[in-house]
């Protein structure tokens, strides 16, 4: 089994982790891949570069053995949509459950994805609750939910179902974290990852 965690990690912080965490307790999979994106299709980023983001996320899993980085989509020319990533993932791994991780937001308009049906088909997809996010998901989408993960963990399949974790995903942006680096120290930030901010003069 195979878990995915996308996202543009700019920077990566403490909720990334912690979500790769909980993931790995639950599933007790082979690998926790964090797949940063190159070009993010509905977020604008910071500009700072993909080698500096691959950096921070290589100094923040060091100690995790499980955990690895996959840069598929770093290495990919066109803009990132997660159908491409799944097809991929499923045509190297065909035997394999894969498990793409994504936020309760990210379920309630996960109908308005670029043929979302098809990244379903390829992977299963763990939920978190983000705080503040209701469990909205559209018609569309709700017959491929399968209730809790804890119910279902002794029978995965490959792909095609949506399972809800009961741990709440952290609290924190990227974004709102750029916006306090001035002194290149933050609670949300694993201490290598500030170290790497400082040294190399990012977010100012």
């Known amino acids: 089994m195979i878990v995915i965690l996308g996202g543009t990690f700019d920077p990566i912080h403490t909720g990334h982790l912690a979500l790769a965490k909980q993931a790995d307790q ?14 993010p299709v509905h977020k604008a980023t910071s500009g700072i570069t993909s080698a500096h983001r691959i950096n921070m996320i290589k100094l923040a899993i060091k100690d995790e053995a499980n955990f690895a980085i996959d840069l598929r989509e770093i290495n990919r020319e066109t803009p ?3 159908l491409e990533s799944l097809i991929s993932f499923r045509q190297e791994f065909p035997l394999v459950p894969l498990f793409f991780i994504i936020g309760m937001d990210s379920l ?27 469990f909205q998901p559209n018609p569309q989408v709700a017959p491929f939910i ?8 002794k029978d995965l399949p490959l792909a095609g179902h949506i ?18 680096l001035t002194q290149y120290k933050n609670d949300f930030l694993p201490e290598a990852v500030s170290d790497y901010i400082k040294q190399h003069r990012l977010y100012q």
């Not at 999979?29 to 070009?39: A, E, I, R, T």
């Not at 399968?146 to 963990?153: L, Q, R, T």
Request: proline letters at 4%.
């Open 108 to 134: 309630n308009t996960l109908h308005k994805w670029h043929k979302w049906q098809d990244c379903i088909s390829n992977s299963n997809f763990l939920v978190f609750q983000r705080p503040g996010e209701t």
């Open 146 to 153: 399968s209730g809790d993960i804890n119910d279902a963990i």
């Open 80 to 82: 990132s949509y997660a």
């Open 26 to 39: 639950i599933l007790a999979p082979s690998k926790v891949l964090f797949m940063p994106c190159k070009q």
């Open 163 to 180: 399972f809800l974790a009961q741990h709440q995903q952290v609290a924190i942006s990227s974004s709102a974290l750029r916006t306090n």
